[in-house]
């Protein structure tokens, strides 16, 4: 039989078409947000020179997919850091510095911060932002401390919003007042701040000066320091937050996402503090809250929100358009992918997760979707 060569051109030049087309399809489809996990129970690695990790109050990834975290070396026990005491206790281990930072595999890139830093460190070192320009923001939440700094990813200090140990209420415009969280706003060059232990607001400020913007407290309401009654979830909606608020989330279609922790709430904001919609996540928990951190998925629409709950020890996930929760991750427990005390959650572009642990958990866990 005489085969048409046109005919079979054709044939093959539609075949081909339609193979790049499909390619270029599939290579164009969003990676869903992942809701499922399971741990890396072997990362990060050991640390060197004997170091230790105390409470871990903080993580970001950083624009190379690198993972930060700022842990506690004051929180570590005598025993934990047998080697740090004179005389020494033991043969190990001395306080990792504050600041530490790992490549994708756990190997320790760099670190600083604690009491080899140049100038004033926070006694209680809590949360950490990473900004576009791959600066890391810390919060200082000891009794003293009052302040957010900036440093460079060498560990420079670049700009110190508040001062240590002054503090003037929720509606002061110059200080802080034990504030717990950062999230920089590239587009403006602005830096929101969740303040605090003490105060019960959001305040927002210049990213480079840190001149005062605006601040507002619940529902978008002008902050009270009076006394609140104990949280009950029998009775209506708080007017205020309550301290902590404990954390603080920019999406990228504007929306400002505040951890209210005792309140067991995510109240959603626009960025000039217009209130658009709250939700009550484990509504039934006492003393600590459910609402600690407050991470978004990395797909597109950042269609789900992964909330670290101390209290219950877990991960919930959430959908980020009605705040509904569609499942979570963890339970307590001190094995591999178990909490105790979980206090902060992030996603790297991979969609891998981290979560730290405070109190008694003291370490920092990875997480891969499945």
Known sequence: MKINKHFVNRIFGALLCLF??????????????PTKFDVVPDWPKQLPNNWIMGQVAGVDVDSKDNIWIVQRPNSLTQQEAGLAQDPPLDDCCLPAPSVLAFDQQGNLLTWFGGKNFSGQWPQTEHGLF????????????GNTDDVVLKLSNKGELLLQV????????????????KPTDIAVDAENNEAYISD???NRRIIVVD?????????WGAYGSVPHDRPLPDYSSLTPPDSSFRSPVHAIRLSNDGHVYIADRVNNRIQVFQKDGTFIKEAFIAPKTLDMGSVW????????????????????????????????????LGRPGRYAGQFGWIHNVAMDSKGNLYTTEVETGKRVQKFRPQ
């Open 162 to 177: 508040g001062e240590y140990g002054v503090y003037g209420g929720s509606n002061d415009t110059q200080h802080l007042g």
């Open 293 to 328: 951190d407050i991470e978004l998925s990395r797909d597109p629409q950042q269609s789900m929100l992964y909330v670290a709950d101390g209290m219950n020890n877990r991960v919930w996930i959430l959908n980020r358009h009605n705040l509904d929760v569609s499942d979570s």
């Open 130 to 141: 990473i900004d576009h320009e791959d600066n890391i923001w810390i919060a200082g939440a």
């Open 207 to 215: 990213a480079t000066t840190g001149e005062y913007k605006r601040h």
């Open 20 to 33: 790049i087309f499909t390619c270029a399809s599939v290579d164009s489809i969003a990676v869903p947000a």
């Open 196 to 198: 605090g232990y003490r």
